[in-house]
T-cell receptor, first 114, second 113 residues
């Protein structure tokens, strides 16, 4: 099973409220990623976990948090949503070594902040 | 910084037409380049990978090569079908930095039946 699952598929949030998005995979991949995709823009890497080590991109360092309680699950947390967070959030996973760098993506969660 | 640029935001073709999508890249290392494809309602998926300049990546009737001299990378298919309608992303892979991918803006391909 090469499926990456994301929940929920659609999320409506109010400005200033927290948002928590969930991703799971059963491929035993050691790395999980979160991307943000806005219309007419490239998917942008926000952060990734390699095993238990979190790496956040410098320009989004303070805006997003994440946790990975076990190998299969990874969450993306926004403490206080702003209008600029409205976007599609894509989760992906990959395995180092072998056919490395191929990332398997979930279908995405569309977040709308009002 | 490292980047990849796709100038064609949208391409509309008829079935059996020839497809050519180009992108350019800028990097300080020796890249591995990918094309990812995203069908409606799904996440992006790997279409093909090219690890060495002037070598060809081939998958599902698509071909891709890249040219180090012009730092360009293209995707082509001889005869497109309606099922090829999707968004195609040119992607730069940093295999020495824990597999980070840098995406282009994407080219939306629409095929008229």
């Amino acid at each position: 099973d090469t499926t990456v699952k994301q929940n929920p598929r659609y999320k409506l949030a109010r400005v200033g409220k927290p948002v928590n998005l969930i991703c799971s995979q059963t491929m035993n991949h050691d790395t999980m990623y979160w991307y943000q995709k806005k219309p007419n823009q490239a998917p942008k890497l926000l952060l990734f976990y390699y095993d238990k080590i979190l790496n956040r991109e410098a320009d989004t360092f303070e805006k997003f948090q994440s946790s990975r309680p076990n190998n299969s699950f990874c969450s993306l947390y926004i403490g206080s949503a702003g209008l600029e967070y409205s976007a599609m959030y894509l989760c992906a996973s990959s395995r180092k070594g072998g056919n490395y760098a191929e990332q398997f993506f979930g279908p995405g969660t569309r977040l709308t902040v009002l | 910084g490292d980047s990849v640029t796709q100038m064609q935001g949208q391409v509309t073709l008829s079935e059996d037409d020839f497809l050519f999508i180009n992108c350019t890249y800028s990097t300080t290392w020796y890249p591995t380049l990918f094309w990812y494809v995203q069908y409606p309602g799904e996440g992006p998926q790997l279409l093909l990978k090219v690890t060495t300049a002037n070598n060809k990546g081939i998958s599902r009737g698509f071909e891709a090569t890249y040219d180090k001299g012009t730092t360009s990378f293209h995707l082509q298919k001889a005869s497109v079908q309606e099922s090829d309608s999707a968004v195609y992303y040119c992607v730069l892979g940093d295999l020495y930095n824990q597999g980070k991918l840098i995406f282009g803006q994407g080219t939306k391909l629409s095929i008229k039946p």
